[in-house]
């Protein structure tokens, strides 16, 4: 069973730009987390997408933005980058299943902004 | 909002030697859960705890929630270089479905020969 998977592991922009990352859930799961890790801030919630719909959002500014394809699928965009939005970005999913709570993370996005 | 204690930030031990991280929540978790993450990679899922007393164990670790639910600890016996890394707690906090988990800052382990 493949597990989570996100593209592009390493990508490098400059202030201004824009970034689409994306991730392919484990099958059958359809609840996609977005998870933001930095040295300073640790591992903060981004939001959370469960069949096609935003269930659940952090305190990120509204430059964070995600969505959820039917397929599970789900991209996270960050526009106008900052130097602070440097970080590991992890997505996991789950099942959504009553009682299957585990979360599953993929290996990671990490983006540097320059 | 929820903050998660871990302790300690960091950790150096002799191989062979046992180990004991904490984490500690003001209030009551719904779910806590133990990840493990090397450098720059995600997250291994290690064990989840949802009752008050619950232990778990999985080769050389084992978990405990306490009666309150507000801490728990990660205990590994005759630590192996294989679990140098960072463990992070995660805390459910509102409904238990992991929906919205809360980090502590994590615990560094180095584990030397």
């Known amino acids: 069973k493949a597990g989570v998977t996100q593209t592009p592991r390493y990508l490098i922009k400059t202030r201004g730009q824009q970034v689409t990352l994306s991730c392919s859930p484990i099958?059958?799961?359809?609840?996609v987390s977005w998870y933001q890790q930095t040295p300073g801030q640790g591992l903060q919630f981004l939001f959370e997408y469960f069949s096609e719909t935003q269930r659940n959002k952090g305190n990120f500014p509204g430059r964070f933005s995600g969505r959820q394809f039917s397929n599970s699928r789900s991209e996270m965009n960050v526009s106008t980058l900052e130097l602070g939005d440097s970080a590991l970005y992890l997505c996991?999913?789950?099942?959504?299943?009553?009682?299957?709570?585990?979360?599953?993370f993929g290996a990671g996005s990490r983006l540097t902004v320059l | 909002s929820q903050e998660l204690e871990q302790s300690p930030q960091s950790l150096i031990v002799q191989e062979g030697k046992n180990l004991t991280i904490n984490c500690t929540s003001s209030?009551?978790?719904?779910?806590l859960y133990w990840y493990k993450q090397k450098y720059g990679e995600g997250l291994i899922f290690l064990m989840m705890l949802q009752k008050g007393g619950e232990e778990k164990s999985h080769e050389k670790i084992t978990a405990k929630l306490d009666e309150k639910k507000q801490q728990s600890s990660l205990h590994i016996t005759a630590s192996q270089p294989s679990h140098a890394g960072i463990y992070l707690c995660g805390a459910d906090k509102t409904t238990g479905t992991a929906s919205k988990l809360t980090f502590g800052t994590g615990t560094r382990l180095q584990v030397t020969l």
């Open positions: 996991a999913s789950r099942s959504g299943k009553s009682g299957a709570n585990v979360l599953t």
């Open positions: 099958s059958g799961h359809r609840s």
């Open positions: 209030k009551t978790l719904y779910g």
